[in-house]
């Protein structure tokens, strides 16, 4: 079963940087995909970033340049840095799972299988 946990969200001033956690376990070590999502109030939850098995990396459009997904693979830590920090980027952000080969590796909420609980993150202007 695959267990993830993320931490680090909190509450920080537009313009600055922050580093989120997600402590994942029992997860195949070939074909996955990993994923971060954030949910904003009274939207949808939305994929920013993913990482294949392979290695790829991809984000959504809103948050190129800004967002940087990453795994430490010594402690199966999955990392999102978030630059540039925005009032928009307010929201629920969670960890995800999936069995997925690289190439069907995609932002889109139906692949995942398994999530955390998520962590909030507050930017203020």
């Known amino acids: 079963q695959v267990q993830l946990s993320e931490s680090g969200g909190g509450s920080v001033q537009a313009g600055g940087s922050l580093r989120l956690s997600c402590t994942v376990s029992?997860?195949?070590?070939?074909?996955?995909?990993l994923a971060w999502f954030h949910q904003a109030p009274g939207k949808g939850r939305e994929g920013v970033a993913r990482?294949?098995?392979?290695?790829?990396?991809s984000y959504a459009d809103s948050v190129k340049g800004r967002f940087t997904i990453s795994r430490d693979y010594d402690k199966r830590t999955l990392t999102l840095r978030i630059d540039s920090l925005k009032p928009e980027d307010t929201a629920t952000y969670y960890c995800?799972?999936?069995?997925?080969?690289?190439?069907?590796?995609?932002?889109?909420?139906?692949?995942?299988?398994?999530w955390g609980q998520g962590t909030q993150v507050t930017v203020s202007s």
């Open positions: 995800a799972s999936a069995r997925s080969p690289a190439h069907d590796c995609v932002l889109g909420r139906w692949l995942y299988e398994d």
């Open positions: 029992g997860y195949a070590e070939n074909n996955y995909c």
């Open positions: 990482l294949a098995s392979d290695g790829s990396t």
